[in-house]
């Protein structure tokens, strides 16, 4: 009696060893997969991974803020350089100038829409760099009216404001007035490819 029960146990945990064997999928040489909560996790990491790549995407498309597809404007006199997409490249002309006219200023950087690779008097400023003292900054924010633009940067000496057209100069329906749109960036682009020169 005593025998036959070793005999059944044996044949128990044999038909066990079996069962496990065959759920673990049978094959010693073969790696072992991923448990389920592990499987979740790495399904987990690839959806943000592809969701981060489409939002890059959304921005690219949107802004042209592709790092890769950028040109730079360096100006000494003017003290900064900006990285710009490279669809201003063919379109857009600068004027590079001190302000005559305005004592305050000391430089002011124009990048004008020229879509006939030339500007004329119909060109329009697309972003205009102020470059003023910070003394005279000081002075024009205690002053009423309308302020020169926004500060893009700034240093222990001097400030620089950046100003965007306020509307678009050009027809909408006409090819100016759709490219003159399309190749606008906007302010948190340019003050974040905006760099002082030291």
């Not at 124009?110 to 879509?115: L, V």
């Not at 020169?148 to 100003?163: H, P, R, S, T, Y």
């Not at 490219?179 to 030291?198: G, P, R, S, Y």
Request: charged share 30%; glycine share 4%; proline share 5%.
């Amino acid at each position: 009696m005593n025998h036959t029960m070793k005999k059944l146990s044996l044949v128990l945990l044999t038909a066990c060893m079996a069962v496990v064997f065959a759920a673990c999928g049978g094959n010693g040489d073969k790696k072992a997969e991923t448990s389920p909560p592990e499987q979740k996790q790495e399904q987990v990491n690839n959806q943000k991974q592809e969701e981060t790549k489409h939002e890059d995407q959304v921005i690219v498309d949107k802004d042209h803020e592709d790092a890769a597809d950028t040109a730079t404007f360096s100006s000494k006199v003017a003290g900064f350089s900006l990285k710009y997409p490279e669809v201003w490249n063919n379109l857009v002309k600068t004027i590079d100038e001190p302000a005559n006219d305005t004592p305050s200023i000391d430089r002011i950087v124009s990048f004008m829409y020229a879509p006939k690779g030339e500007i004329d008097p119909n060109s329009a400023s697309l972003f205009t760099v102020y470059k003023v003292s910070k003394k005279e900054y000081d002075k024009m924010k205690k002053e009423e009216g309308p302020a020169l633009g926004e500060v893009i940067a700034e240093n222990d000496k001097e400030v620089w404001l950046g100003a965007l057209p306020q509307s678009n100069p050009y027809d909408l329906e006409s090819k100016e007035g759709k490219q003159f749109q399309d190749i606008l960036m906007n302010f948190e682009f340019l003050k974040k490819n905006f760099a002082i020169l030291t």
